[in-house]
């Protein structure tokens, strides 16, 4: 299931006169007619002590670069009725039609997983503008390590022009507030096919660092986190807007890091910082003098709940939630932590720092703005009794949540 981990990655002979001073895209083939039709539950999970004393053994953080350790949900806490009932709504919801598979990790422990097909097991899914989350991370790697500084005008520390009439930095392009004529903060937009300003991230990290980013996602983030011969990211080296595809299981690797706030079994200093983790996961699209995020529902790369059953934001994160239509609203009542990583056609990360939980849904859904809020209605329930209103609710429609 895992790669085996590569040597450490040398540091650069100039790594001190480095250190600064302080989607969703490409379509996918649908599966085959034939292959839809045949729903398989491929893990069928052990009773008894064995699975339980292995989930004890893998601890909360994951599986290092080793097979995932597997368990019965009531290892966790959890009724497993209730959670092949979660992944039975989202199956089976029409509003997200079609889904390919349905993955649940718990306290670092795989519980559940569920796929249309054998073959969606074995094959990589096209991530999509989940790969936007990807450069953060390898942002995050840079900072950690002194070698760049997010919060740096990238034309006078990097010698990478401005995308915008005015001076920018990684944060700000990670933040995509920068959609404004007169400064970060006044507007957002979403920068899709990465041809705005965020396809300038992999030269600020290639200036700052010395080495090319695809490099330094195979040597400390791929093989490291285990992840499946599958997995690839074609074009890290000039675009992080798309071009990750992995197997359902790969994307959980990704988000059980996010999840363990940059630390990783057998990993000896944390991948990125958790401090930069926090910063991931909280509205980042607020600059001076600007009272209001211009979009509170938006880290660095990540899409946020800041206020569950809401497009608005919260008295601590004032401002409109963009790109952020009814339909795709989190149940009231769901934690205001869960954050996502999302693409095209319905890819789905979706981190829950509350319940220890990582869930992965991908599939080919053509109107994907209601995916994060259905595959999180299956999450919700796994916990009765935390979400509210959304059994009756009546959503809108519109168009792909992103390209």
Not at 56 to 67: D, M, Q, V
Not at 80 to 86: E, F, H, K, N
Not at 162 to 174: A, D, E, G, L, W
Request: charged share 20%; proline share 10%.
């Amino acid at each position: 299931e895992g790669r085996s981990p590569a040597p450490p990655l040398p540091t650069p002979k100039n790594a001190a006169a480095m250190v600064r001073p302080s989607l969703r895209t490409p379509l996918q083939s649908p599966l085959p007619a034939a292959l839809l039709l045949l729903p398989l539950l491929l893990l069928q999970t052990p009773a008894g002590g064995a699975a339980t004393a292995d989930a004890e053994r893998a601890g909360p953080e994951g599986p290092g670069a080793g097979p995932w350790r597997r368990a019965p949900p009531e290892s966790r806490g959890l009724d497993s009725g209730l959670v092949r009932a979660g992944a039975a709504h989202v199956f089976g919801s029409p509003e997200v039609a079609i889904r390919d598979c349905f993955v649940v990790v718990k306290d670092g422990v795989l519980i559940h997983e569920e796929y249309s097909s054998a073959w969606v097991n074995t094959t990589a899914h096209l991530g999509n503008s989940i790969t936007k989350t990807l450069g953060a991370l390898l942002m995050g790697w840079a900072q950690a390590r002194g070698m760049l500084d997010i919060d740096a005008d990238i034309t006078v520390s990097y010698d990478v022009p401005s995308p915008r009439p005015y001076p920018v930095t990684s944060r700000q392009i990670m933040s995509q507030a920068i959609a404004g004529t007169e400064g970060p903060g006044q507007a957002w937009d979403y920068d899709a096919g990465g041809t705005m300003w965020l396809n300038l991230l992999p030269q600020v990290f290639l200036k700052a660092t010395g080495h090319l980013p695809s490099e330094i996602w195979e040597k400390e983030f791929a093989a490291p986190l285990g992840l499946s011969e599958q997995f690839s990211w074609r074009g890290a080296d000039f675009t992080w807007a798309t071009g990750s595809e992995g197997v359902c299981k790969d994307y959980a690797r990704i988000g059980q890091l996010l999840l363990n706030e940059g630390r990783w079994p057998g990993v000896k200093q944390p991948l990125v910082d958790e401090s930069y983790v926090r910063e991931m996961r909280t509205p980042q699209t607020r600059y001076t003098p600007y009272t209001n995020y211009s979009n509170p529902c938006y880290g660095l790369l990540t899409w946020l709940n800041t206020n569950p059953g809401s497009d608005r934001g919260s008295d601590k994160y004032p401002g409109v939630c963009r790109m952020f239509p009814r339909s795709t609203w989190f149940p009231a009542g769901s934690p205001s932590d869960v954050y996502s990583a999302a693409g095209i056609l319905g890819q789905e990360m979706i981190i829950d720092p509350s319940h220890d939980l990582v869930v992965v849904s991908m599939g080919d859904t053509s109107n994907d703005f209601p995916v994060e809020r259905v595959v999180y209605e299956g999450v919700c329930m796994m916990f009765p009794g935390e979400c509210y209103g959304w059994g009756d609710a009546t959503h809108s429609t519109g168009m792909p949540l992103a390209i």
